[in-house]
């Protein structure tokens, strides 16, 4: 695990299943425009969740890329679930600010609902295509902007599921330190 301090607050990187940060209390899921279950995080986390956060999406649903909107966990085991719509990389132009909005707006929402951690994938490295290279440090930026602004918010977990996404995830956290 890589592990930063930023005025007091943790950022870290892990290799793991965003489905199982019981120490966590939102998790963000990588979602689609329509808060449907697919493939990649947002296949594990509706699976993991189970039928009713579907349900409980459906009436928020289309969300924008950038856009960030919160449901219960229902069977996950943390409070909250933040959903994102990343960009799809070379479509959703100009791509990295779409990104760099998910992070910001989902940072900003957990802590409206004073909440002190949370879970982050590598949104839109997957199936959207987002270089991970690149996603990594919009990502970082972003947390190293947001983050010191938030009243509730002290933890923020990148959990990545491939090795070579943590050690890249990893080596950008470490260019954000003090």
Known sequence: MAQVELNGKTVECVRGDITRQDDIEVVVNAA??????????????HSAAGPGLAEECQPMAPIRPGEAVISSAHNLPNQYV?????????VDEPSDQWLAECYRNALELADSKAVESIAFPAISAGAFGYPVEGAAEVAMNTVKQVLPRLENVKRVRFVLFGASDEQVFSRCLSTIGP
């Open 32 to 45: 689609n425009a329509q808060l449907m279950p697919g493939g990649g995080v947002a296949g594990a986390i």
């Open 82 to 90: 933040i959903h994102c719509l990343g960009p799809v990389y070379g």
